[in-house]
């Protein structure tokens, strides 16, 4: 793992900043390696798993991907988010017929799930720290959506190593992670 970043003074929304600017400066060689890289550690772990629905993102701008999975551990049933008003996610099973949202980010036009259906959440973070705190892009969509799943589900943060923080100050309404997900493997969190 890539070592960690950045003294804890600095405010979530200047971590974010950071972690933004530090994931813009990838190349995309270097996503695309990363991308492979985290897709094997997550097929890994998903094929040992017996058959279940399974939240996924489709990365954006210099966002890790995790698309691969979507072959290599096809056991699965997956869904993703369709961002709604008011700045709430649905969960719709991934099908073929993909559109680009208003921020471009590709979306699924598939059955409705319910959130309490998901398993397995893999979420996307512009940054994290080992405490299993996450920094999203600020508009709180993965927080409310988060409020929705079932206390079972496993919640795994997909980012480069290099968004990695020394420490993130949780807010009240943060639900940690069970695990990061990065190019060097599955950290799994002590709750």
């Known amino acids: 793992m890539t070592a960690a970043f950045w003294v804890v003074s600095l405010s ?11 994931r813009n400066e990838l190349t995309s060689e270097h996503v695309k390696s990363n991308s492979v890289k985290l897709s094997d550690h997550l097929s890994q772990h998903l094929n040992t798993l017996p058959a279940s629905t399974i939240a996924i993102y489709f990365s954006f701008a210099n966002e890790i991907s ?6 290599d551990s096809a056991h699965h049933r997956y ?3 369709v961002v709604k008003p008011g ?13 680009h949202n208003e921020f471009g980010i590709r979306e699924p036009a598939g059955n409705l799930v319910a959130a ?3 398993r397995l959440f893999l979420m996307p973070l512009v940054g ?12 709180g969509y993965y927080d409310r ?6 206390k079972d589900c496993q919640k795994i943060g997909c980012a480069h190593g290099i968004q990695q923080c020394v420490n993130i100050t949780a ?9 990061i997900a990065t190019e060097d493997g599955i950290i799994w969190l002590s709750s």
């Open 12 to 22: 979530k929304q200047q971590l974010r900043e950071q972690c933004k600017k530090r």
């Open 66 to 71: 995790i698309d691969s999975i979507l072959i």
């Open 79 to 81: 869904v993703a988010p």
């Open 87 to 99: 700045a709430e996610l649905e969960w719709r099973e991934v099908d073929h017929q993909l559109t």
């Open 116 to 118: 309490n259906e998901i």
């Open 128 to 139: 994290f720290d080992l405490n299993g705190n996450r920094i999203g892009m600020g508009a």
């Open 145 to 150: 959506a988060l409020q929705g799943i079932s």
């Open 171 to 179: 807010d009240p309404w943060d639900i940690p992670l069970d695990a």
